[in-house]
């Protein structure tokens, strides 16, 4: 079993910044891919960012290329988003999955934690 617990989250004035991290606990994380996700109230979830199980690979949801930066550091099992020029749309609650290697996020044997929120002020 995991456990993902998120942690960084605050209140922050635009154009702030912001680095959340997810550790998890249970079993090492080494073979799994990793990615934030965040919800907005009333909207869907949707992605952020991911990274390969090795860390080779990176990807981001388009309106967060060049401000966002996830990480991971495997033998410690955790892993972060540094958030930079952040924006009042990225105001949500921000949520870390794990996943096995060619796994849905949303599959069964994925596993989420329970978010940390993100609020960005004008």
């Known amino acids: 079993q995991v456990q993902l617990v998120e942690s960084g989250g605050g209140l922050v004035q635009a154009g702030g910044s912001l680095t959340l991290s997810c550790v998890s606990s249970?079993?090492?994380?080494?073979?799994?891919?990793l990615a934030w996700f965040r919800q907005a109230p009333g909207k869907e979830r949707e992605f952020v960012a991911a990274?390969?199980?090795?860390?080779?690979?990176?990807y981001y949801e388009e309106s967060v290329k060049g401000r966002f930066t996830i990480s991971r550091d495997n033998g410690g099992n955790t892993m972060y988003l540094q958030m930079t020029g952040l924006k009042l749309g990225d105001t949500a609650r921000y949520y870390c999955?794990?996943?096995?290697?060619?796994?849905?996020?949303?599959?069964?044997?994925?596993?989420w934690g329970q978010g940390t929120q993100v609020t960005v002020s004008s």
């Open positions: 999955v794990a996943a096995p290697p060619e796994t849905n996020w949303y599959a069964q044997n994925a596993y």
């Open positions: 249970g079993r090492t994380l080494d073979s799994y891919g």
């Open positions: 990274i390969s199980w090795a860390g080779g690979h990176t």
